[in-house]
């Protein structure tokens, strides 16, 4: 696997005010990677600058092992997606029409609007304008914009924040369909469930540095509390230690007397251990 993104040591004050504090992250090629943290925790910052739309007071910022300031530049820039909240489109034309127009605009095949439409399921709405749609279906119309060029790397600032589970069902479905294919992926979001059901690695942001990061499993297994709970027929719960001697004699007795009602795992969420790990809460 090679390195498609990687910051180090990256800064990014407005005034006096530091959004970004040594910020080090790598992401390899064929990832999804989830920046996981709060509103106001730097997530779009660090979006903006690699996405050239801002830059950092210091540190370096390498895509596709060009600099940023090569790559603003380059050819590079055609390599890479991205996907922000501000639609841009044309609500009086359909979504065919929207789209050609950025097919004629980069020089791309009509047929790639069939591709990019197929990923987010919407071929069959396509003669629909874009003032009938709801806010998801215009998200889902933006992302298949964003991937007409068949990019290598997709940036998502807040894919699905604020729209209903069908949607983000079928965003979430695209997403994974553009990775199969070797499409790098990072996005922001301060939705735990969404982190752990697309990404292979999480990175936990608060107030403009990362804290942790690592597989969603991973994680878990660091910050794993070592208890189960154990719910009884007359309502009383009980916190015991795993793999102890006492735990197991205690459940034998409990199960003889038909007393357990329910024993939970109490492994925690991705929102409790960013929690544990920074002090704040994800939203
Ligand atoms: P997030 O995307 O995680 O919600 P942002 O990256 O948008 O956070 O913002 C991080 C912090 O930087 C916030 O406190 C925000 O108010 C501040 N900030 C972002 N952009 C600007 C700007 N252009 N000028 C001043 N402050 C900004």
């Known amino acids: 696997m090679s390195v498609t993104i990687k910051m180090e040591n990256v800064k990014k004050s407005f005034s006096r005010f530091e959004a970004l504090r040594n910020v080090d992250l790598e992401i390899q090629s064929g990832e999804i990677l989830g920046l996981l943290g709060p509103s106001g925790a730097g997530?779009?910052?660090?979006?903006?600058?690699?996405?050239?739309q801002l830059d950092p007071s210091s540190g370096t910022v390498m895509i596709f092992g060009e600099s940023s300031e090569q790559v603003k530049q380059s050819k590079t820039r055609k390599r890479f997606g991205v996907l922000t909240d501000n639609s841009g489109l044309y609500k009086r034309l359909s979504i065919e029409e929207n789209l050609k127009m950025?097919?004629?605009?980069?020089?791309?095949?009509?047929?790639?609007?069939?591709?990019?439409l197929e990923f987010v399921n919407l071929v069959s709405s396509k003669k629909k304008k874009v003032s009938e749609l709801s806010r998801g279906m215009m998200q889902r119309v933006t992302l298949a914009r964003a991937i007409l060029h068949k990019p290598e790397l997709l940036f998502l600032d807040e894919p699905t924040s604020a729209l209903d589970p069908v949607n983000t069902h079928h965003i979430h479905e695209g997403l994974r369909k553009l990775n199969a294919r070797g499409t790098t992926i990072l996005l922001t979001t301060h939705d735990m469930y969404e982190a752990e059901a697309l990404c292979h690695r999480v990175a936990f942001l608060h107030e403009g540095e990362i804290r942790e990061s690592g597989s969603p499993e991973e994680l878990k297994d660091a910050y794993r509390n070592d208890v189960i709970e154990v719910e009884l027929t007359c309502g009383e719960s009980h916190e015991l230690p795993v793999n102890q001697v006492a735990t197991m004699d205690k459940m034998r007795e409990w199960a003889a007397a038909q007393r357990i009602r329910r024993v939970h795992s109490n492994e925690p969420t991705l929102g409790d251990l960013f929690m544990r790990v920074t002090g704040g809460e994800l939203s």
């Open 43 to 52: 997530k779009s910052t660090i979006i903006k600058i690699l996405t050239g």
């Open 102 to 116: 950025y097919c004629d605009l980069y020089d791309l095949p009509v047929s790639a609007l069939d591709e990019a």
